[in-house]
């Protein structure tokens, strides 16, 4: 079975379909269209775009077939696998915690894309400041209440590879350290980028700006 | 069988799609109405300081694609295999950011230009670019469901998009999709559905007052 991946030079809102690949052994083409200057927005290639269902990426061809969003994407591999838990309850509980860490990751995006260093300073102090209290103490809680290390059940889950992405590439990106300060959220990043499959991916990945 | 409880503002909103899904399975369920002059105080108490909450047996879930995905595989609304569940995930994606959108500028954007600029912008582009595409996979598809040969949560989730639209938006907004026009009728005429949306009285005005965030 090949599998095509089309997304852009970035890790971005894909790179946990990338980190469950690699804990399912998935080889792929993975096609990297450049970002540029972002803002403004990527320019989609024609030839890419007009294979795209919603003109957007990422998108995943294989065996004749074609899947777009992101989160559908990863939730179809993460179920092949068992990446979602024990139960429907638990399921759902990872859903609402990746749907809680894409929340986080987009509330960054306007600090770490502003271009003007006065304003960007601004922007990441405010933006520090609000999501403290909505995002890190929340996290922090639940997976102190799950045991320390992982935010749902007993096996690793897709998001725990989500939070723990979010985490490190604010890190990346902007040199926001987060977890510093919340010991459950730094175990559960330490607990995932350990994971030997993570550990030789995050090696072995392009390296890229987001 | 377990206990459910919506918990929610007293209007249609995010919570519909529950709803509708609830009397298709013909299930019970409670709902849990949060006036808006209390809700500074009961934000606090909430997981994420948003609504809706699902209750299940006290236990209480958020974020509302998550919920409506959850009912929808309790009640067998998930599609055949685990594709189609998949193919109902990215639909339900998909339509989401056009829903969000109409959210901003109609709830949340305060400077009136900017409104009435991004309520241009969203129905000369971003309606078309969504609906178009809508469309021809309704029309793929043939029968009456976005996805395989059944019902799934994804085609009530979609349908309450659409009407939401055409309802708030813009109430021409069907005629230049044909399936996706035939698809909404289909739907919300279901006699369960229809049975709850007559009898419902809500509506999808009234929000202003209300969204938390």
Known sequence: MSYKLYYFDARGLNEPLRMIFALGGVEYEDVRIPLGDIPPPPTIPAEIKEKCTWGQVPMLEFDGRKICQSLAMQRYFAKKFNLVGSDDWEAAQIDEYVDSSKDFLQVWVPPLTEKDPAKREELIKETKAKTVDKYLKTFDKIISANGGKRLVGKNLSWADLWLAHVLNNLELVGGVKLAEGFPALKALCDTVFATPEIKAWVEKRPKSKF | ?213
């Open chain 2, 1 to 213: 069988m377990a206990q459910y409880k919506i918990i929610y503002f007293g209007i249609k909103g995010r919570a519909e799609a529950f709803r509708m899904i609830f009397s298709v399975a013909d299930v019970k369920y409670e709902d849990v109405i949060i006036k808006s002059g209390d809700w500074p105080a009961y934000k606090q108490s909430t997981p994420w300081g948003q609504l809706p909450l699902l209750e299940v047996d006290r236990k209480q879930l958020a974020q509302s694609s998550t919920i409506c995905r959850y009912l929808g595989r309790q009640f067998n609304l998930c599609g055949e295999n685990p594709w189609e569940s998949a193919k109902c995930d990215e639909y339900v994606d998909a339509t989401n950011d056009l829903i969000e959108e109409w959210v901003g500028f109609t709830f949340l954007e305060t400077d009136e230009a900017k409104k009435a600029e991004r309520k241009a912008k969203f129905i000369a582009t971003l309606i078309p670019n969504c609906f178009s595409k809508l469309e021809s996979i309704k029309e793929k598809n043939g029968g009456d469901f976005l996805v395989g040969k059944k019902l799934t949560w994804a085609d009530i989730n979609v349908a309450d998009k659409l009407q939401i639209i055409e309802d708030d938006v813009d109430p021409t907004v069907l005629e230049g999709y044909p399936n996706l026009k035939k698809f909404k009728n289909a739907v919300l005429s279901l006699p369960k559905i229809k049975a709850y949306v007559e009898k419902s009285g809500y509506s999808y005005k009234g929000l202003e007052n209300n969204l938390g965030e």
